[in-house]
């Protein structure tokens, strides 16, 4: 493996890494939102890597298209730029880093103390996870799950519609009007 | 009379008077107090009829029957007959009962009358009568038992007609509440005697395999030869009855404060009747009692001690009833003396004499209250009421009385027959049946004659004392002054019970000996009755020397005023200190048994029960509360320390995962 | 590139994605903190499906994607609703369901 | 049949009818409520009669068995299984006697949620009376826990000012003992194959070896029912709190349960254990007697007075059923009986004055009984029934467990007896005091001048009890009579295993 391959594939990572400390870390959460993008991209690209275009598309339009546009829209709207990063909460700070560093070494000694290590990615073919590829096994083997999805997509729609819907000081509906509660100008 | 006739005629005895409480309970309201009256005495009379009737056929079948009635209890191999026994024993207890129990009626409508009158409750008339008739029902049921459980049913259902009756003011007494407590008192010490009675009955089942009195009586020798601690047991236990019942010591405590009754109350149930249950029961009960010396030993030490004891206290009292109530448990003393010592005869006839004089004495004090009474309201309307408070004003001490010979001189004159039997004076009827138990304990137990003699003399000593203080003398209250002879439905029956008390000493006339005969078919080795000379003139002797010191300590110079101490009071001191407070037993056994036993309660009621056993209980409940308490705090509804615990977890599998 | 290089940058991300969780009171970092889980998860799949050539690990990363969607936009319209109600979208406020 | 139907089946499930209409009614109703649940339980009253009429005293077996199958569960039936006999029978009665009583009682002392009160009452009158009759141990378990709902909310919401905490308390203190109890006869029922009494006993010797086991897990759910000392503190709060009709059904017949478990169950199907434990019992139940009456002679509230008389009392009852002879089981039937008709008719009288007064302390009375001539009179009665006078229904019973437990061979002492006579006396000294503060002195309250005496209902709530006391106390004979064949039938099993146990 060439130099500049590694090379790429390190920032990459770097990429990676840092846009999700630099999330998890900056004061503002537009910031974060910012960073976010960052990695999603960054992922994306090794989604692309991995030869799975259909999905690294999907990643970016999605992803860093729409949702992030919507949360930026809410950090906006709700004026949530502000963060607040003391923490009230004895022992959480410490704690969590301490297990997430314990997490994470576990991880990394399970794949180093592998008895069996795996072998190297091998070559995709052009043709693997191309887009009709997906296509035919998502309304073949994948119909049902594919339609659950969307219905879960639209109650989820629906169900944001209601639950951001503003309902403002009862406002008596026409023609339901109570007979005892004069209406003042 | 064909005793096979009468016989049926037996369960009336009780039903009579049941029939009397009925009747008295549906109509009594719409008849009055005239009716009331005729219906209760004439339901205690035709019992007495009953009796009599019995008593009649009996003459030609002197060995008695017994007359099924009822199964009353049947449950494995234990079985109670409801049956009524018609022998000469218990029919001499049912003519007394009904008897004495006819002529309390009779006079009760005139005391009673003029009672809830002076009460203010013309309305408990009728009650009255309903408790009245229904202590001679029990009383029946208990003389004419077949077996112990009937027995103890009625000894039980005299036990509440005292417990009622001795209540009958319940809300009078000192305190508004003494009257209850006595009649309490009353019902809870005869309970404790119960309770050895009740004990009794169990070891008799267990050991005789019934409860019939002639299954128990023949199998008695057999028993005791197999068993003597047995009947020692049997026979101690029901002792302990006897001295609740005849309120003989240690349990003889309740019968004075039960003279808070009305008097004819005192006169037939706190003397002529209830109380001679317990004699009745070990003179029924011989068969066990002589087969165990030690046992007839104790019944008779027993009673002499309460003879002797009972008297001394008798000198020391100013309550006119008190007096009558000592010397009724100092009889009941000799009555059990004689019992104990095998001679039931003699005690059965001290019981019938003394049943006789003793409730004239009561009746006649009863008729010296209501002349009091009468007295009282007379000087209160006319203004001139100096002894001080109306309430307290008591028409029953005898320091308040005197004079009242000329008052009232039918009562003094019936009540000096009383007075005199009851000292033992020839030839009233006292004389006769207190000097066979003498006589009898002369010959086998010179110690028991000995304490029986001093009794005797105390007693004539305290009659001569009544007698003074009552009769003799001036009148020491406006009440005295002002008193009146009692009406003629009160004095009759006091005149024929006055007859009956001077010649009831026939019954066992020395030569002819009527009662011994009579009784011998039903009581269990009878001893002949005997009459020894000398004994008769040191008793007499002993009578008329206590008479004579009575007098001339009270008589001679009588009392002037009412708060004048007793001339005793001097000489005596710290010892007459101890008579008129009667030996302080009362507040002896408040402090031995009564306050322990509320204390214990109290103890067992807040620390035990209530801070030990459910404190243990909400104990665990508030374990499990705190626990829960300190357990929520985990739960703190902080998303992020879910999060965090959620963490811990997955951590904790890997953990496992990298490990295994 | 070797498979342990997937591997670890995605337990990385998810790591710093618990950590977001655990450690910010901003629910919408904590919602970002979130999809950088779900990615690290995706990573994954994507990867073992390229290291498999079995294209249905990429189905599950588009389902996720779909899914993940629809939570954030339930997510943040409750966002909303919570701060109209309470003036307020502080986590450590939301704390009344406690024991 | 009557009406087609099995009488057991019609005399468990009348009072659901009532229920039902009762749940048709509007709340404002009250007095159609009141009457359809008074009609209801007195026509429970008349099938039970008419159960009584049926049943052959003669015979000691199970009787009018009715019998069907209700739910399998793993290869084993459940039946839903009913029959009576000469232990049950009696409790039946008093069952379908004191429902109509105490909702007689309750005419005028519940006003508020009278619906509500009607419901639970017929509602636990049907478990009451499925609890004597079951015959299949999980229907049995099933009544039991039944009971325990009805009763929680009359004490929870109709009683009095720490109601919540007595109705917990009661509730947890039963259920606990109760789960045990479910344990040991999945245990059993698991072992033999079925749960039907009859299967069980004909099976014994599969669980004989763990019947210790089985008979701690039942007694102590019974135990506590009874309640035995010194399970009993859950009894006074109960009792203090809940309403008089509770009350009254609480100590008439909740109780028994208890005690009719201990017949029913422990005895034949455990007799080797109950041989070895018979004196513990026994020590129990004496310790109950003098201890109940002690601590309550040291009350204020009269209620509470009546419900540790109850634990007094009830001792007798344990005392005669582990005499393990016929007079003591046989007394111990009619006890419970008497217990109920007496201390029913206590609370119900505690009930009338509480009305009156709103206060059950008994410093604020005194001379009552000069105010109320008759419920002075009947209260001397009812009390003396308690205290076991004769002629009255109470000597009979305690006077049969007496001599009963005197000479029983399996406790093999008469001191248990000669203990428990104490209590005969300190029953009367506890009973005497409480008529004395409360009915005898001078009246010391301006209040209580003016009572009115019992109304016409009130006395036809007492008279029936009152009937009955006296029956009992003075011609015991038929109702020992219904008892003793039964009773005759599980002395012998008991026996036998003694006997078996020696050789």
Redesign the interface.
């Known amino acids: 493996m060439d130099i500049g391959v590694l090379l790429v594939y390190g920032i990459l990572g770097l990429t990676v890494i840092v846009s999700a400390v630099g999330l998890i870390v900056s004061r503002n959460a537009l910031y974060s939102a910012l960073f976010l993008v960052v990695n999603f991209v960054a992922v994306g690209l090794l989604y692309l890597a991995l030869g799975a275009p259909f999905i690294a598309f999907a990643q970016v339009t999605v992803y860093a298209g729409s949702i992030m546009v919507l949360f930026i829209f809410v950090i906006m709207l709700l004026g949530a730029e502000n963060l607040m990063l003391d923490e009230p909460l004895r022992g959480q700070r410490a704690l969590g880093i301490l297990l997430v560093v314990i997490f994470l070494a576990e991880i990394v000694l399970y794949y180093l103390l592998r008895t069996t290590p795996l072998q190297a990615i091998p070559a995709i073919p052009q043709t693997f996870a191309s887009p009709a590829e997906i296509g035919m096994l998502l309304f073949n083997r994948y119909l049902l799950p594919f339609e659950v999805t969307a219905f879960i997509l639209l109650a989820a729609t629906v169900g944001a519609i209601l639950l951001s819907k503003h309902e403002g000081p009862t406002r008596p509906k026409p023609g339901i009007q109570k007979p005892e509660t004069p209406v003042e100008g | 009379m064909n005793f096979e006739t009468v016989l049926p005629l037996a369960p009336w005895v009780v039903f009579f008077p049941v029939l009397g409480i009925l009747l008295n309970l549906l109509l009594g309201k719409r008849l009055g107090e005239k009716g009331i009256g005729i219906i209760a005495s004439l339901a205690a009379g035709l019992s007495f009829g009953v009796a009599v009737l019995l008593a009649l056929g009996l003459a030609g079948h002197p060995e008695g029957a017994t007359y099924p009635f009822l199964r009353w209890l049947a449950v494995g191999d234990f079985v109670a007959d409801w049956n009524f026994r018609v022998d000469t024993l218990s029919v001499t207890m049912m003519l007394v009962v009904a008897g004495v129990g006819s002529l309390i009626h009779i006079y009760s409508i005139g005391y009673m009358h003029a009672d809830v009158r002076h009460n203010g409750e013309p309305g408990r008339f009728r009650r009255f009568f309903v408790f009245l008739n229904l202590f001679v029902a029990a009383m029946m049921i208990l003389v004419s038992a077949d077996n112990f459980l009937m027995l103890f049913v009625g000894w039980e259902g005299v036990g509440l007609c005292s417990y009622l009756l001795i209540g009958f003011w319940f809300e009078k007494g000192a305190g508004g509440i003494a009257n209850a407590q006595a009649a309490k008192k009353a019902f809870v010490v005869n309970r404790i005697g119960d309770f050895g009675l009740l004990i009794a009955i169990f070891l008799i089942f267990y050991n005789f395999g019934s409860l019939d009195f002639e299954t128990v009586f023949a199998q008695a020798p057999q028993v005791a030869a197999a068993l003597p601690g047995v009947i020692l047991a049997i026979t101690l236990f029901m002792l302990l009855g006897v001295t609740g019942k005849s309120a003989q010591l240690p349990l003889y405590v309740w019968l004075p404060d039960a003279m808070a009754g009305p008097t004819p109350v005192s006169a037939l149930i706190h003397a002529a009747t209830m109380v001679t249950a317990g004699v009745y029961l070990v003179a029924r009960s011989q068969a066990l009692y002589q087969q165990v010396v030690l046992a007839q030993d104790v019944v008779m030490w027993v009673g002499a001690a309460t003879a002797f004891f009972a008297a001394t206290i008798a000198v020391g009292q100013y309550d006119i009833k008190k007096v009558l109530a000592y010397s009724t448990i100092s009889q009941l003393g000799f009555m059990v003396t004689a019992v104990g010592m095998g001679a039931a005869v003699a005690g059965m006839f001290h019981l019938v004499t003394h049943a006789f004089f003793k409730a004239l004495l009561f009746l006649g004090a009863g008729s010296v209250i209501l002349g009091m009474e009468h007295g009282h309201e007379h000087a209160a309307a006319h203004g001139s009421h100096t002894e001080g408070h109306h309430s307290a004003f008591d028409p029953q001490d005898m320091r308040n009385m005197g004079g009242l010979r000329e008052k009232m001189p039918l009562t003094f004159w019936v009540y000096l027959i009383g007075a005199l039997a009851l000292a033992g004076i020839a030839p009233l009827s006292g004389f006769f049946s207190k000097d066979e138990i003498l006589a009898d304990a002369s010959l086998h137990h010179p110690a028991v004659y000995l304490v029986l003699t001093a009794a005797a003399f105390l007693t004539a000593f305290y009659v001569a004392r009544q007698l003074a203080m009552v009769f003799f003398g001036k009148p020491r209250s406006e009440a005295a002054a002002g008193a009146a002879e009692s009406p003629a439905v009160v004095t009759v029956p006091l005149v024929i019970l006055a007859v009956l008390a001077a010649v009831g000493g026939l019954l066992n006339f020395p030569t002819t000996h009527w009662l011994e005969k009579w009784l011998e078919h039903s009581l269990y080795g009878v001893e002949p009755a005997r009459f020894i000379l000398s004994v008769a003139l040191i008793s007499l002797a002993v009578a008329l020397t206590g008479l004579l010191i009575g007098w001339l300590v009270y008589g001679r110079k009588p009392l002037e005023d009412a708060r004048q101490p007793d001339p005793l009071a001097r000489p005596l001191n710290g010892l007459f200190l101890a008579l008129e407070h009667k030996w302080w037993v009362d507040e002896l056994y408040q402090a031995v048994v009564v306050k322990p036993y509320l204390r214990l309660a109290q103890f067992l009621a807040q620390p035990v029960d209530q801070g030990v056993i459910d404190g243990l209980v909400n104990g665990v409940g508030n374990l499990l509360r705190s626990t829960a308490q300190s357990w929520r705090r985990i739960q703190n509804g902080y998303v992020r320390s879910y999060a965090l615990t959620i963490l811990l977890g997955v951590v904790l599998v890997v953990t496992y995962l990298v490990l295994r | ?9 995605s ?3 998810f ?12 629910p ?2 904590v ?3 979130l ?2 889980m779900f ?1 690290a998860a ?2 994954v799949f ?2 073992f ?3 498999h ?1 079995i ?2 690990g ?2 599950f ?3 996720v ?10 997510g ?6 919570i ?2 109600a309470k003036r307020t ?4 406020e ?6 | 049949m009557i009406f087609g139907l099995h009488p057991l089946l019609l005399v468990t499930f009348l009072p659901l009818i009532g229920f039902f209409i009762i749940l048709f009614l509007k709340a404002e109703q009250k007095n159609a409520i009141r009457w359809t649940a008074l009609l209801t339980s007195l026509a429970t009253f008349g099938v039970s009669l008419a159960m009584l009429a049926l049943f052959d005293p003669a015979r000691g077996d199970l009787q009018l068995v009715y019998r069907t199958s209700w739910l399998r569960v793993g290869g084993i039936s459940i039946d839903f299984y009913l029959g009576v006999d000469g232990l049950s029978i009696l409790l039946v009665m008093l069952t379908t006697f004191l429902t109509p009583i105490a909702i007689l009682s309750t005419w005028s002392a519940v006003e508020e949620r009278v619906k509500g009160f009607m419901a639970f009452f017929l509602l636990l009158e049907t478990g009451m009376i499925g609890v004597f009759l079951a015959l299949d141990l999980v229907l049995f378990y099933i009544f039991w826990e039944f009971t325990l709902v009805p009763m929680y909310f009359l004490i929870g919401v109709w009683g009095g000012e720490r109601r919540v905490y007595a109705a917990v308390k009661f509730f947890l203190f039963t259920m606990f003992g109760s789960l045990l109890m479910l344990l040991a006869i999945l245990v059993m029922g698991l072992q033999v194959g079925s749960f039907a009494w009859n299967d069980l006993l004909a099976q014994r010797q599969l669980f004989a070896q763990t019947q210790l086991w089985l008979f701690l897990a039942f007694a102590l759910a019974f135990a506590i029912k009874v309640p035995m000392f010194p399970l009993h503190t859950w009894l006074p709060d109960a009792h203090v709190e809940a309403p008089t009709a509770g009350s009254v059904i609480l100590a008439g017949v909740l109780l028994k349960m208890g005690g009719y478990g201990f017949l029913r169950f422990n005895l034949p199907l455990f007799p080797e254990a109950s041989l070895q434990a018979a004196p513990y019992m026994a020590v129990l139940a004496v310790i109950g007697i003098l201890y109940g009456a002690a601590v309550s002679l040291m009350q204020k509230d009269v209620k509470k007075l009546v419900a540790y008389s109850s634990v007094s009392h009830l001792g007798f009852v344990m005392l005669g059923i582990f005499a393990l002879t016929q007079q003591g089981l046989a007394g111990g039937v009619l006890q419970m009986i008497n217990h109920g008709l007496s201390t029913g008719a206590l609370f119900l009288i505690v009930g009338m004055l509480y009305e009156r007064r709103h206060t059950r302390e008994m410093s604020a009375y005194g001379g009552i009984w000069k105010v109320m001539p008759i419920l002075g009179a009947l209260t001397l009665i009812v009390m003396l029934s308690s205290a076991g006078l004769p002629g009255l229904n109470g000597f009979v019973g305690e006077f049969t467990i007496l001599l009963g437990a005197f000479g029983s061979q399996v406790l093999n002492s008469p001191y248990f007896a000669g203990a428990a006579t104490i209590g005969v006396i300190l029953a009367a000294v506890y009973l005497l005091v409480m008529f004395e503060r409360v009915f005898l002195g001078p009246v010391r309250v301006e209040a209580n001048l003016s009572l009115k005496d019992l109304n016409a209902r009130e006395v036809i709530t007492l008279v029936p009890l009152l009937v009955l006391i006296f029956w009992i106390g003075l011609y015991p004979a038929p109702f020992f009579n219904l008892i003793n064949p039964s009773v005759e039938r599980l002395v012998s099993l008991v026996q036998g295993a003694a006997m078996l146990a020696i050789h």
């Open positions: 590139m070797p498979m342990s290089y997937y591997l670890i940058l337990a990385a991300m790591a710093i994605g618990v950590l977001g969780v655990i450690l910010r009171r901003n919408l970092v919602f970002m903190s999809e950088l990615n995706n990573l994507v990867a499906s390229a290291y050539q294209l249905d990429d189905l990363v588009f389902f994607m779909t899914t993940a969607a629809a939570e954030v936009a339930v943040l319209a409750l966002m909303v609703a701060f109209r979208i502080d986590l450590d939301m704390s009344m369901l406690k024991g």
